[in-house]
Antibody, heavy 118, light 109 residues
Framework: QVQLVQSGAEVRKPGASVKVSCKAS????????FYWVRQAPGQGLEWIGI????????NYAQKFQGRVIMTRDTSTSTVYMELSSLRSEDTAVYYC???????????WGQGTLVTVSS | QTVVTQEPSLTVSPGGTVTLTCASS?????????PNWFQQKPGQAPRTLIY???SKHSWTPARFSGSLLGGKAALTLSGVQPEDEAEYYC?????????FGGGTKLTVL
């Protein structure tokens, strides 16, 4: 069965970076897209971006351009989202989700809480 | 920046029918915006219910259906169950990027 297992909670100081991982299993890793989505405490969902199956192309929401990098490692079936220059407003649960096309979601990871605090 | 608008809250009786909508500040939502719908319960990750306007996943209960209605994407629940009480989000695509709606809190009462 398809599983997306994310890394554990992180605490960072303002200005630092964080790298969240999402390990996939139960299917052929290299044929699917991955999205990253975040949810601030008590707030709605926010689309961060998408990485293609080969890992050579990613699209980011304008709000995050210049601060986010998405990568993937086929050898470990893991995708990564690194967010830099963290500020308190980046405190949120970050989710990975699989896409079977560039437009269509299916499975989600369990989420990773990132807390930015001095 | 395109804004996607959903009803903040709706209430429905068990066994009833309710339609949630998803409107875009950029104009009418069409199938070319590939609307997706998600359900999220407190403390849980979202779950994808509908993709590409009206397609269901294997786990999507038959009582959920997606459509286009009056220039908006729509999610209809027919024969609502108590376990359908949740937050529902739509997502639409604009030229390589996507935007979530603000969510609809559905209460089953």
């Amino acid at each position: 069965q398809v599983q997306l297992v994310q890394s554990g909670a992180e605490v960072r100081k303002p200005g630092a970076s964080v790298k969240v991982s999402c390990k996939a299993s139960g299917y052929t890793f290299s044929t699917y897209y991955f999205y990253w989505v975040r949810q601030a405490p008590g707030q709605g969902l926010e689309w961060i971006g998408i990485i293609n199956p080969s890992g050579d192309s990613a699209n980011y929401a304008q709000k995050f351009q210049g601060r986010v990098i998405m990568t993937r490692d086929t050898s470990t079936s893991t995708v990564y989202m690194e967010l830099s220059s963290l500020r308190s407003e980046d405190t949120a649960v970050y989710y990975c989700a699989r896409g079977f096309t560039i437009f269509d979601f299916d499975y989600w990871g369990q989420g990773t809480l990132v807390t930015v605090s001095s | 920046q395109t804004v996607v608008t959903q009803e903040p809250s709706l209430t429905v009786s068990p066994g009833g029918t309710v339609t949630l909508t998803c409107a875009s500040s950029a104009g009418a939502v069409t199938s070319g915006y590939y609307p997706n719908w998600f359900q999220q319960k407190p403390g849980q990750a979202p779950r994808t219910l509908i993709y590409s306007t009206s397609s269901k996943h294997s786990w999507t209960p038959a009582r959920f259906s997606g459509s286009l209605l009056g220039g908006k994407a729509a999610l209809t629940l027919s024969g609502v169950q108590p376990e359908d009480e949740a937050e529902y989000y739509c997502l639409v695509y604009y030229g390589g990027a996507a935007v979530f709606g603000g969510g609809t809190k559905l209460t089953v009462l």
